[in-house]
């Protein structure tokens, strides 16, 4: 099993670009998240599903859209890049039971000049 | 809402030494379970142990032990002998059992471990 991938590992975008980053897992787990990691923090929850075509917002969403087609994707949508979305973006994923534990994505790292 | 507070921003330990990583965690939620993992320098996150609320034994995985005070909301993580590739960044968090099930970090702890 491959686990959790992300693509890309590193992108450097334009404030207003748009971008899509890349989840997948090939695990068949219900839970999928996506969370932020800036400088010094620890991990925010961006948006959530529990199951294909379910999907919730977490803590920081705004400038963020999700959609879940399968169960194994996940993409997370930048829509307009700000400098402010700089940060550290991990996918994970999990059986839908909360006893199990998170299983992560190497992480992308986006810069936004 | 839940919320997870590590007090201690870093630490340094001597190697061998035992270490114990402070984390105490506000809910209103009967069912919760609580994790620590670790982010090595490399950035990924590893996940080192598991306790659930309704466990009354302290959870163990090798050289971890999770301290788990249900009345104090305190889940501290214990490392005995430590070794130098314990230096990292050591978040602990918390997951709800109902509802979301949404994942709830706190801001971590960098641990360096000196020879």
């Known amino acids: 099993n491959a686990g959790v991938t992300q693509t890309p590992k590193f992108q450097v975008l334009k404030t207003g670009q748009s971008m899509t980053l890349q989840c997948a897992q090939d695990?068949?787990?219900?839970?999928m998240s996506w969370y932020r990691q800036d400088p010094g923090m620890g991990l925010r929850l961006i948006h959530y599903?529990?199951?294909?075509?379910?999907?919730d917002q977490g803590e920081v969403p705004n400038g963020y859209n999700v959609s879940r087609s399968t169960t194994e994707d996940f993409p997370l949508r930048l829509l307009s890049a700000a400098p402010s979305q700089t940060s550290v973006y991990f996918c994970?994923?999990?059986?839908?039971?909360?006893?199990?534990?998170?299983?992560f994505g190497p992480g992308t790292r986006l810069t936004v000049l | 809402a839940q919320k997870i507070t590590q007090t201690q921003p870093g630490m340094f330990v001597q190697e061998k030494e035992a270490v114990t990583l402070d984390c105490t965690y506000d809910?209103?939620?009967?069912?919760?379970?609580l994790f620590w993992y670790k982010q090595p320098s490399s950035g990924e996150m590893i996940f080192l142990i598991y306790?659930?609320?309704?466990?009354?034994q302290n959870a163990t995985e090798g050289r971890y032990s999770l301290n788990f005070q249900k009345a104090r909301k305190s889940a501290n993580l214990v490392i005995s002998a430590s070794q130098l590739g314990d230096s990292a960044m050591y978040f602990c968090?918390?997951?709800?059992?109902?509802?979301?099930?949404?994942?709830?970090f706190g801001q971590g702890t960098r641990l360096t471990i000196n020879p």
């Open positions: 994970a994923s999990s059986p839908r039971r909360a006893y199990n534990e998170q299983f």
């Open positions: 695990m068949n787990h219900e839970y």
């Open positions: 599903s529990v199951g294909a075509g379910i999907t």
């Open positions: 809910t209103s939620d009967q069912s919760y379970g």
């Open positions: 306790q659930g609320s309704y466990d009354e």
């Open positions: 968090a918390m997951r709800e059992i109902q509802g979301a099930q949404k994942l709830v």
